[in-house]
Structure formats: C-alpha cells, structure tokens
C-alpha cells in the first residue's frame, strides 16, 4: 500500500488532521533528499512541539525534479525519515512519519500558483537547496507569469517581485530567505545576484529599497548525512520520498531575531543555533570532516599535521 493520508491511524493519522488546519508558511525551492531529511523534518518537530504551525510547499528548481514533486502530490506531502546509527554510544533505528509539507508544485507548468503563493501575506520564509551551482547568476530575461526563468535565483528574484507589487511596503510583506547551499556566505551571495536580476530587468528603484528593508537573506551552514531508504526499519507502507538520516545535525544560521521568533529550535531541544557570525561552526565542520577524510587517507599523524 502506498503511503498516503488514508492508509493513517492512531498518532499518525492525529499528526497529519493538526499538520492538515495550519496554513503555508515556507516556500521551499528544492524538492531533493536533503530538505526533507533536515529542515522539512525540523519543521515538522517545530510544528508537533506547537512552535510554529506553519507548513511547506515544495517546488522544483528544475524540469529534472518534476517526479519527485509528482510523488509528493501522489503521497499528500507525507513522507518517512528513518534515523539509523549512534547516538551517546548506542545503536538507534526508528522511523517518523513527517507532515510539514503540505503542497508541492512542478515549477516547469505550475509556475503562475507559485507566483500566486509569493503573494500570500502568511508566507513569511522562502527556504531552498539547489546544490552550490544553483546559486549563480546567469542573464535571463524578464519572465512571464507563466514560464519560470531557468535558474533558481532569477525565479526567487521573480517571486520577490511579485510579493512587492501585490504587498507593498506592509508589514504582512516581510520575507525571511533561508539557503541551505553548501557555499560560503550562502545568504549575502543570493542577494546580489537577486539584485542584479533586478537591474537586468529594469525594475524599480522602489523595489531596490523594499529588497533591502523588508527582506533578510541569512547565511547558514549545514550539516547531516541524508541518503535515500533503503529498506530499514521496515515500513508498513510503500514510500517513493523515503529518506535515512544520521541521529546527528548542525543548523547554524546567521539571522535576526525575526527568524528566531519565526523558528524557535532550541527552544524545543532542536540543535539550530542562530549566531552573529557563524565561521565557527563551519570551521569546526571542516575540521571534523577533513580531519577524518584525511586520517582515512594519509594516516593519524599526517592528519593532525594538516589542521
């Protein structure tokens, strides 16, 4: 049987009738792996703890992702993480069922709802992983309503423009970007290629000033082994979005005290730590990944050398 809100009961099916009554919060760039091993998953511990009530809708930065936004539709967003490994010392292997996706939209012929959701005054974060070449410039021309420009940064700088013109300068029309891009200064790189769309396409000098005060594009760095299921523990359903995930993860963010009211982590016991400055952590990261991948290679005493 595949995975779907019917095949439902007892806390499952209770998790998903709350999940089901909050309204889209997040839009979510990205339909892969990752996210929805990591801050989907988040987000749905956020949302059970009572935190955020908020949920996601997913769309696909390019035409290569449209079966997995097909199966989120197929599944009602509704997906497995299994946590495999150690944690403190000891084995650990259970499941969870995730419920904070609640719409998934293929970018490639359902471009004008996502353009419609940018509007939406309870959408308050736009979240996205794309690999570190999604976030690049490249010249596109001024999109349409209909067909979403090729690369992820022009449609979020689309997205933006839409929510400025329909929004304004209200408050209800702040927005919170959150890359999850492996790539250094994630948030400040995203901006100013943003800004340059905005320059390609002759947009206002309005929106230039909007962009800047009614937008917070944070830096983050990341962290967690996320891969694909692979058959444990046993599930009692057919999931196509399965994903297995390591007990450990790292979310550092670089943003203000509006993301930390929005997404109060730790507060619920969530390793998220939002920081002034977050190379500390990337740079215990690379020490820990690097140190290890080189001892593997080289051997312990070559490895202590080089950090």
């Known amino acids: 049987m595949r995975l779907h809100a019917g095949a439902l009961d007892g806390e499952a099916r209770a998790s998903f009738e709350r999940a089901r009554a909050m309204p889209i919060r997040v839009i979510q760039i990205g ?38 936004i097909h199966q989120f539709q197929e599944q009602e967003g509704l997906y497995t ?8 010392g000891n084995p650990v292997e259970h499941a969870e069922l995730v419920t904070s996706v609640a719409r998934a939209f293929d970018s490639t012929c359902e471009w004008s709802q996502v353009l419609q959701l940018a509007r939406d005054p309870h959408v308050e974060i736009a979240l996205s992983n794309t690999t570190e070449l999604g976030v690049r410039y490249e010249p596109v021309p001024r999109p349409s309503s209909e067909a979403p420009p090729a690369t992820y940064p022009a449609k979020l700088a689309q997205c933006l423009y839409e929510r400025y013109r329909a929004l304004g300068w209200q408050e209800a029309g702040r927005m919170v970007v959150v890359p999850c891009e492996l790539i250094d200064d994630n948030g400040q790189q995203l901006r100013s290629i943003v800004e340059r769309h905005a320059a390609d396409w ?33 599930l009692p359903y057919e999931d196509a979005l399965a994903v297995t995930v390591e007990p450990y993860y790292l979310f550092a963010i670089r943003g203000s005290e509006r993301l930390k009211a929005l997404w109060p982590f730790a507060e619920v016991g969530l390793n998220v730590h939002y920081a002034d400055d977050i190379r500390d952590f990337r740079l215990q ?9 080189t001892a593997l290679s080289r051997g312990p005493v070559e490895a202590i050398a080089s950090l």
């Open 31 to 68: 339909e892969g792996i990752f996210l929805r091993g990591f801050v989907d998953w988040l987000v749905h511990r956020l949302n059970e703890s009572g935190a955020f009530q908020g949920r996601i809708a997913v769309v696909n930065p390019r035409p290569s992702g449209t079966h997995h």
């Open 81 to 88: 993480v299994t946590v495999r490994g150690l944690q403190d």
């Open 202 to 234: 002759g947009l206002e000098d309005d929106f230039y000033r909007w962009l800047r005060d009614r937008v917070e594009f944070c830096d983050t760095l990341v962290d967690r082994i996320v891969t694909p299921y692979a058959g444990h523990p046993p």
């Open 285 to 293: 990261k690379l020490r820990a990944l690097n140190g290890t991948h």
